[in-house]
């Protein structure tokens, strides 16, 4: 006989396509209704970014059919789970994500901003964070612009606290010194004033309740990531490198920074695929590594019409040529975040203002 708990505990013996990991283990079985022999099975996966569901359509299907059902319904949500790390410093950010480099030149900003808007094309609620206080780009790469307001808070003691209004793109929160200098103004400081800065923008925006706050890491390795290891448990870092040797082994050196200050490696991301800079190099030491390879971005024109233009979200509207590429790379970063979720699972977090 087909009972509610005959079919939960079957699909929570289901292996997770993804992961690898039951559905129980991942508690993604959120609900199941038995009518006769009709069940109908709903699952919550762990973003909205989750790639070829119809896998786990098929899988728990045929489990259920082999219990005795003659129809059975898969219904999906999601929610997206975070170690939450960022509470003690009153971030509500499920999920902290930095971009970051050996070089520059490989299309850093681009992959980050591209991650951002992709996860937040999905669905997710996503802030993105420019943290190349000597050449940010991110403003124009989004088309935004003006200068973030500051806002004060009276607390409950009546004490008043002082918060940034990041500023929004299409729903999403951002925040870069570009706002806060002329474009042609450098900004010369030491690294105490760089970590004031950084601080400022992680503790101070006021960033709402996010599922992903991206973070464009400037190029190279120093400061900014053991300022960002110090603040916050990241949820893991993505590496962006261009196929050739020279791009590869300064990206080896990012993967080293980020190792030494107990940063999460989610993977490498290749840009600019494609004639001029060949193809598969960082695929090749991915693997050598023993880290995940997150995708390719083809070296496509369009990208840099978009990103000068400011019009990268356009990216991922239908049709445009590198739209695939770049939902895959999100998918697979959002992915790498929730397995890495399940071997460091969150924290509880206090959130102060």
Aim: net charge neutral; charged share 20%.
């Amino acid at each position: 006989m087909l009972t509610e708990q005959s079919v939960r505990d079957v699909v929570s013996q289901v292996r997770d396509p993804e992961i690898g990991r039951s559905m129980g283990e991942l508690t993604m079985v959120r609900e199941v209704q038995v009518s006769g022999t009709s069940a109908k099975i709903g699952i919550e996966l762990p973003t909205p970014a989750y790639p070829d569901r119809e896998r786990i359509t098929t899988a728990v299907k045929q489990a259920v059919t082999a219990l005795g059902a003659s129809g059975v319904d898969v219904d999906y949500t999601w929610a997206v789970r975070g170690k939450g790390t960022g509470g003690a410093i009153g971030l509500n950010v499920k999920n902290v994500i930095a971009v970051g480099s050996g070089k520059g030149g490989v299309g850093k900003s681009t992959v980050a901003a591209s991650l951002a808007l992709g996860l937040k094309h999905f669905g997710a609620k996503v802030g993105l964070m420019d943290a190349d206080v000597y050449g940010p780009s991110i403003p124009h790469m989004v088309g935004a612009s003006g200068k973030p307001v500051i806002k004060q808070i009276q607390l409950p003691d009546g004490r008043v606290m002082e918060r940034i209004v990041p500023i929004d793109v299409d729903g999403m929160p951002t925040i870069s010194m570009g706002y806060m200098v002329q474009a042609d103004q450098a900004v010369i400081w030491r690294g105490p004033m760089l970590h004031k800065a950084l601080s400022q923008f992680l503790q101070q925006t006021d960033w709402g309740t996010l599922d992903y706050l991206v973070i464009d890491m400037p190029p190279g390795t120093g400061d900014v990531a053991l300022t960002l290891s110090q603040m916050v448990g990241l949820a893991g870092a993505v590496v962006v490198c261009t196929p050739q040797q020279v791009a590869l082994l300064d990206a080896v050196k990012a993967v080293s920074m980020f190792k030494t200050v107990k940063i999460p490696i989610l993977g490498m991301v290749e840009n600019m695929t494609g004639e001029i800079f060949g193809r598969g190099g960082a695929k090749a030491k991915a693997e050598e590594l023993g880290m995940a390879f997150l995708g390719e971005v083809p070296a496509n024109a369009t990208v840099r019409e978009k990103g000068d233009a400011g019009q990268m979200a356009d990216l991922f509207k239908e049709n445009t040529p590198t739209r695939d590429a770049l939902l895959h790379m999100c998918q697979r970063v959002a992915i790498e975040v929730a397995r890495s979720l399940m071997e460091t699972p969150s924290l509880p977090t206090l959130e102060i203002l």
